[in-house]
């Protein structure tokens, strides 16, 4: 009995057919616990938002099994998995997708609107998520007046909108500067350790990728190191 | 709610398109008005006459102006076909200058007073001498009409004058406010020449649902709605109108479905952002159909107020022939909202097919 809260057995994905298939990502393995935060690496291309979006349930893996708290995800039918990505999963996109007519609140508290939620409970959370990024200054702006910096964080915020288990974020410090970054870093990393959740960060930013408890690299689709301890990679990378 | 947050913040284009289908409502309502106002003139008169059918010359081809019927025909439909009771009535069209220079053509019916075929007043007295006339509420209007003025109606080049006995509420005849006069007058001013000669009615208006006969030598008996439906003109026009109205309500269902379906292609980005953080496609649709209710919904009643206003204002006091039932009304708004729905109904499947990992490739 293990403490993991994901695990992934042989998972793989590839687009296209014949001379055009790519593998995306081929044959992962890999388990992440509850309350541990990984930030996951590795060169453009190699598959890491792949991955991501296969754990969110935005795509079906080729072969292999996605295990989130003992549940195939895998195996689910179009409502589970909606409501899977619902409940479970709180996602941060590479682009910051806000809802550009709604204020930044408005945009957190679009998730009670999905059904299965106490909604009087979100206003709470809101309210609570604004003020730990620092966003209660702009709450009532429309997001499309919004910076690009602060985008990122509502779109932080709206992923722990409504508790989920598993966090996943795709490059979420790429526009704020690195003092803003490791503040919403560690806002997570908060979120993670107290409320026992788990989090796969993609990130190019070092600095970030030092802060997370362990670090995983993506070579070309494969996992290339799974349990080193950040210093460790970056030593390696330094050589 | 993300719907009707969305038709706040972004005003001006559902504004817009809500302006579109108010118009577009409006013009199907007035078509409907107009198609109401044309069958009413076409001939209430005829179909509040208190009778079943009518018996007609067999060659006038259920026209009440080619209708001619002789004495001995007359008597021969009473005998005959049976009905319960009859009645003869003569149509003919007439000038009347009720003031000086001022003219206008009224339907001169001919009918034998005190007879069930004559109409009940709502001011004045019924028919108790030749000379004397019953008036249409239609024509008091017109003419500014009231019981006791003298009305001259032409016979032969002559004229005769007639004292309005009283005013009815039947409504028009053939396209033409309906005066009444004895069937003596009508056929004095009908028939010019030697008076043995005079056909002695149009038509015989005749009581009772069913008869023993319906065709005998020289005529022919249909019933009320029968002659109405061929009174000329009549078909053409109601098949003209209607065509009209499915035209407005397609177009409006087009203007509806084409807007939304063009925000939903906008929107295709959103939408599975949307998708991907936890909305179902049935959530999302739902939105999209609750905002086309709204649009339709408050554009249907637009037209609605307008039409009202339109008619305390100026129809009012005009004689052109829209006229609305609150039933048809209704009836329009509530097709437009049909309309709008199924014209938006085709992005509903556009909205179910948007996959959400398209959050994945927006930056
Ligand atoms: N829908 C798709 N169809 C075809 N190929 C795809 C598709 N999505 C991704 N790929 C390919 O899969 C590989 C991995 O892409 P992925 O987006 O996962 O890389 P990444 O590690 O996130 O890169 P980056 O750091 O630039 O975001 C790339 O070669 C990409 O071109
Ligand atoms: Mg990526």
Redesign the pocket.
Known sequence: MTDAILELRGVSKS??EGDRR?D?VRDVTLDIDRGEMVSLV??????????LAMVGGLLQPTAGAIVVDGEDITRHGKGARTRYRRDRVGFVF?GSNMVPFLTARENLLIVGEFGGVDRGALRHRADELLEELGLARVRDQVSSQLSGGERQRVAIARALMRDPVLILVD?PTASLNSELGSRVVDALKEEIHGRSKACIM?T?DERMAERADRLIE?RD?RLHSADARPETVRSSEAR | MLAIREMRRRKLQFALVTGVVALVSFLIIMVTGLGLGLYQRAGTALLSLNGDQLAYADNANLSLIRSRLTEAQVRDIEAKSGADDATPLGYIAAVIEYAPGRRDTAAVVGLVPGSFAEPRTIEGRALSSPDQILVDRSWARLAGTRVGDVLPLPVGFDRRNFTVAGIVDQGYFFFQPAVYVSLEAWQAIAYQGDASQRPAASVVLLKGKTLDASRGSGWEAVTKRTAFDNIEGVQAQQSTVNALRYMGLLIGAMVIGVFFYVITLQKVSLLGILKAIGASGFYLVTQGLLQVAVVSAVGALLAVGLAVLLQTTVLASSSVPIAFTTSAVLTTALSVLVAGMIGAGLSVRQVAAIDPIIAMQQQ
């Open positions: 687009f296209g790519v995306a590795g060169p453009s291309g190699s598959g890491k938002s792949t991955l590479q490059e993609v190019h993506f689709g």
